[in-house]
């Protein structure tokens, strides 16, 4: 014969949450919640207390990588023309939720669920007061299935410490989602993961020991922070206790796999254009957390890489089922999220045109070099040197031991950015043609100092500016390597690395690489 916790094993409903919770309900906790929009049910099951009917989770179309925008759903958009409708189980943690209409519903499927589940009864004797108590800690919980209207954006991740996931109900309710229907979670994976990262760059950010101004904070000193100061932490994170581990037997001890910088990358890659127009679309200057000319530089880079590594077989740095880009330009790609690539490209040539704080200079007579740590090489891509490689028949011209090879060639520019980056071991010294320093530039006369800043007259490729480059870069070499000990630098043209081609073109007075 059925027991009580067999008759409460599943939930009860689904009910409309304002006409079964009471006034005395404000936050509760949901599972297995699911969404649709627009009243569009495929496969569904008719209840028989409800005119309207729930639709096969299975089917649900409606997830948070749809229903969610920076600023508000355009108005074509299904999300602004119809309600966004959504189902959870809710367990009724206090008889005094249930409103008194709830609590006959739920009095009423109760008995008949009893007489369902044990036929040789005519009548049930079971009452809700009874089955709660009059303590709060006696008694059972029964779960109901809730419907409700969302008429707020979800938000998580947000404050400290992060929330969890949480949607507000136009009942003015508050649910903590502590699990998502699979559906909706397969296709709510790029909002969570947006989120998660947005959550990790501020968390760098707030636990910076050097507290990093915000023109240095780049992608690269994302990448390092990260497994400089957070992988560490990862590694005392268990999925499971050791001391319970008994299956099998090891013989030597266990550590997490290594994680390339490549990997990285590629995480912050996926969903580089969504952190950009999340700052971008802003008008609140906190929410702007990474230098915007760099991050511009490295969503184009992104890009790139992108489409060239899909025609190679190989997906790096996609958001989840996408499978490539297929807006080169980047006001284009930033449409996807919301708004017309006309408004994004007014927020770009905004971004592009604000001056940002210059770096403070130690000498401002010669180019420095940074005090930084001993470099640290990927043991995957990183080999010992071989003197069998020498060329014993150029040996005249062989430099010092401490000589680096890159100071006698020219320099080189990724195609699709605008930053050179001294390749010298353990140098972070970088030229950003899109935003000049006073250091960069001190080898320069004023009036190419000027048509350099004036970016929209000119092109990478234009032997002006390829001339006075190699003039900066050949500066900073100076101070690696004094001119005597060294060949001239060759005076020939940038070399761009292995990319697809890639066109660079003003569209309404912005810089646009696609």
């Known amino acids: 014969m059925p027991g009580i916790l067999d008759l409460l094993d599943r939930p009860f409903g689904p009910y409309p949450e304002g006409d079964i919770l009471s006034e005395k309900f404000h936050q509760g906790d949901l599972t297995s919640f699911s969404m649709e929009c627009g009243h569009k049910p495929i496969g569904c099951v008719t209840l028989h207390r409800f005119k309207y009917a729930l639709k096969l989770i299975s089917n649900l179309e ?83 299935w809730v419907h409700g209207e969302k008429n707020m954006p979800a938000q998580f991740m947000t404050g400290t410490p992060p929330r969890p996931l949480v949607v507000r109900s136009g009942k003015r309710h508050s649910y903590n989602l502590r699990s998502l229907d699979v559906g909706t979670f397969h296709r709510s994976q790029n909002f969570l993961a947006r989120y998660r990262l947005w959550a990790l760059v501020n968390e760098i950010i707030e636990t910076d020991p050097e507290q990093t101004p915000i023109e240095d904070r780049t992608i690269d000193w994302l990448i390092t922070s990260y497994i400089d100061r957070f992988r560490p932490r990862d590694l005392d994170h268990h999925f499971f206790s050791p001391s319970s581990d008994t299956g099998g037997t090891k013989h030597r001890r266990r550590h997490l796999r290594h994680l390339p910088q490549a990997e990285v990358m590629g995480l912050f890659a996926a969903h580089a254009d969504w952190l950009l127009a999340q700052q971008l679309a802003s008008h609140h200057g906190n929410l702007k957390i990474v230098n915007i000319r760099k991050w511009m530089t490295f969503c184009e880079q992104a890009a790139t890489v992108q489409q060239d590594a899909w025609k190679r ?51 401002n007579n010669r180019p420095s070099v940074q005090k930084i ?32 090879p890159s100071v006698v060639q020219p320099p080189t520019i990724p195609l699709g950015s605008f930053e050179w980056r001294c390749p010298v071991p353990g140098c972070c010294y970088t030229i950003d043609l899109l935003s000049l320093t006073a250091e960069n530039t001190d080898i320069l006369p004023p009036v190419e100092v000027e048509h350099l800043k004036d970016y929209k007259s000119w092109r990478l490729m234009d032997e002006r500016v390829q001339g006075n480059l190699q003039l900066m870069v050949q500066a900073h070499n100076d101070v690696h390597h004094p001119p005597q000990t060294r060949r001239q630098l060759p005076k020939r043209g940038i070399l761009p690395t292995h990319l697809p081609p890639i066109k660079v073109e003003d569209v309404d007075g912005v810089v646009i690489i696609g």
């Open 62 to 144: 409606a997830r948070f990588d749809e229903t969610e925008y920076l600023i508000s759903a355009p108005r074509s958009s299904r999300i602004a023309k119809d309600a966004t409708e959504f189902w959870g189980v809710l367990i009724i943690n206090d008889f005094q939720w249930l409103s008194f209409q709830g609590k006959e519903w739920l009095q009423q499927d109760l008995r008949q669920r009893d007489l369902e589940m044990n036929p040789q009864r005519t009548t049930s004797g079971l009452s809700l007061s009874t089955l709660y108590g009059s303590h709060k800690s006696e008694g059972s919980r029964l779960s109901v």
């Open 313 to 363: 077989g190989v997906p790096w740095g996609l958001p989840h089922g996408n499978s490539t880009n297929n807006h080169r330009e980047l006001s284009g790609r930033l449409s996807h999220f919301e708004n017309k690539k006309e408004f994004w490209e007014l927020k770009i040539n905004k971004a592009l045109k604000k001056n940002y704080p210059a770096l403070e200079l130690r000498n």
């Open 373 to 404: 740590p001993e470099p640290k090489y990927d043991s995957d891509f990183s080999e010992a040197s071989s003197s069998s490689f020498t060329d014993s028949s150029k040996e005249e011209l062989a430099p010092p031991a401490d000589f680096h």
